[in-house]
């Protein structure tokens, strides 16, 4: 059986942490399937297919990623997709709590469906996209937490 996993998130945008776990979770998995999310409480700076564009342009050299978009909860979306794993990236003790949490409903959902964490190499951790995004407003340099083909 393929392990097949799944990495939800708005990636609004993709920084250079994300491509830090990503990266380190390909030689784990047989395949990857970054899934860009729509949650309709949340505002965009980025429309999703400009977001889905810059993730497939930063992994056009990995064959075992694919990038997909999907609406609702990612614990259905990932049964429907036939994944195995969750993948979660935690940059600190906070994103533990509140992903751990939330790791535990998934499985009373869905007890085959394992939640794998990664941590964030240490050079990434304070990069989110919230960040990015405040930066990117204000007229900041982002370029230097954002893959190269981020260009807005």
Do not use: C
């Amino acid at each position: 059986m393929s392990r097949i996993a799944l990495f939800p998130g708005s990636f609004d945008p993709i920084t250079l942490g994300h491509v830090d776990i990503i990266e380190r979770a390909v030689p784990l998995f047989d395949e990857i399937k970054i899934a860009v999310g729509t949650n309709s409480a949340k505002s965009y700076l980025f429309p999703q297919e400009q977001r889905v564009q810059w993730i497939e342009q930063t992994f056009a050299h990995e064959p075992k990623i694919s990038v997909i978009t999907y609406e609702g909860l990612t614990v259905d979306f990932a049964k429907d997709q036939g994944v195995q794993f969750l993948l979660r990236g935690l940059r600190n003790p906070a994103d533990f709590e509140f992903e751990k949490a939330i790791a535990q409903a998934n499985r009373e959902m869905i007890p085959d469906l394992e939640t794998v964490f990664l941590l964030t190499s240490a050079r990434y951790a304070y990069i989110s996209s919230s960040i990015v995004r405040e930066v990117y407003n204000h007229g900041g340099d982002f370029q230097k937490f954002v893959p190269a083909t981020v260009q807005p």
